[in-house]
């Protein structure tokens, strides 16, 4: 069982990550909210939206076993996916806005716990516990612009306590399993500290600086390295620049489809982050279910 995250399987890189968030920590500090934003929508805009733009290549990988399921219309099948998404949000919006958070969740403990716990048993309950911890930290410490937003896309309020309460349930539900999961008490006490680094972010900065770091730093970087793990060789050159020249497509399709909605959309200002949001649920449905077929794929597992 490898310790630590996929893209961080040595302890000087984890350490070398988790300085990196005290930074930005002390950046959130003395900076003020606008120029955070600015910051996370920088870092969202460029390797949170990269890290998904590859998922029509992955598909037709040769490796991938469900080619014929899909034949030359991946990218129409997935663009249809990406527009049920929207359309779901638009429709039935709180389906969509429960939706999204489950699969993220689950998104977020399957990236970072993939290649630590191979034995593990019931990895369903470790992976949403785990990305459950992190949206109740982010929801709990931001309430009232969260709850906000959660009006905004589905006109239901949700009080305070239901944040701390399931807060304090999943956290220790998540303890409980990680002793039981984990066998080194090294890598226990690695992955609370962070939790509790994390939890120190998300308390001082804004919603979006504190939700970009993580979704950056520590969900679309392991990410990009277990897809380009995937997708090319170690024998291959430049797989970074193969890697971003076969997604730079799709990357600008999406950044073109997200700034025609703020440019030309007639959306009041505080409805923004709302729609910034639910743009990340559309693209995020298709994307999840692809790394879950190229985590569960023969060369990711034989690598």
């Known amino acids: 069982m490898k310790a630590l995250t996929s893209s961080f399987t040595t302890t000087k890189k984890f350490i070398f990550y988790l300085f990196i968030t005290l930074i930005c920590i002390v950046f959130t500090l003395f900076c003020s909210e606008n120029l955070q934003n600015i910051a996370a929508s920088l870092g969202i805009l460029s390797f949170g939206i990269l890290h998904g733009a590859n998922d029509i290549k992955i598909l037709s990988s040769k490796r991938m076993k469900i080619n014929s399921l899909f034949g030359v219309s991946l990218l129409l099948i997935y663009l249809v996916v990406v527009f049920l998404g929207i359309l779901l949000f638009y429709f039935i919006p709180g389906i969509a806005l429960i939706s999204f958070i489950a699969v993220s969740c689950y998104h977020f403990g399957e990236q970072h716990w993939e290649d630590k716990l191979n034995d593990i048993k019931r990895p369903l309950l470790f992976y949403i516990t785990y990305g459950s911890l992190i949206f109740l930290m982010l929801f709990s410490f931001h309430y009232s612009q969260v709850e906000e937003i959660i009006f905004q896309i589905s006109s239901v309020h949700i009080p305070y306590q239901f944040f701390f309460v399931s807060l304090i349930i999943i956290g220790n539900i998540f303890l409980v399993c990680m002793f039981i999961q984990l066998k080194k008490i090294k890598h226990i006490l690695l992955e609370t500290l962070l939790l509790g680094i994390l939890g120190l972010l998300f308390y001082t900065a804004s919603l979006l600086f504190a939700f970009g770091l993580y979704f950056v730093i520590w969900h679309s970087l392991p990410s990009l390295k277990s897809q380009i793990k995937y997708l090319y060789s170690e024998k291959e050159d430049s797989p970074y620049f193969k890697y971003f020249k076969s997604a730079f497509l799709y990357w600008i399709m999406a950044l ?48």
Do not use: E, R
Request: glycine share 6%; no cysteine; hydrophobic share 50%.
């Open 256 to 303: 073109t489809g997200l700034m025609a909605i703020y440019f030309f959309g007639s959306l009041p200002k505080d409805q923004y982050l709302s729609v910034f949001f639910s743009f990340l649920a559309a693209i995020t449905f298709p994307h999840v279910i692809v790394m879950g077929l190229m985590f569960h794929s023969p060369k990711l597992n034989s690598s």
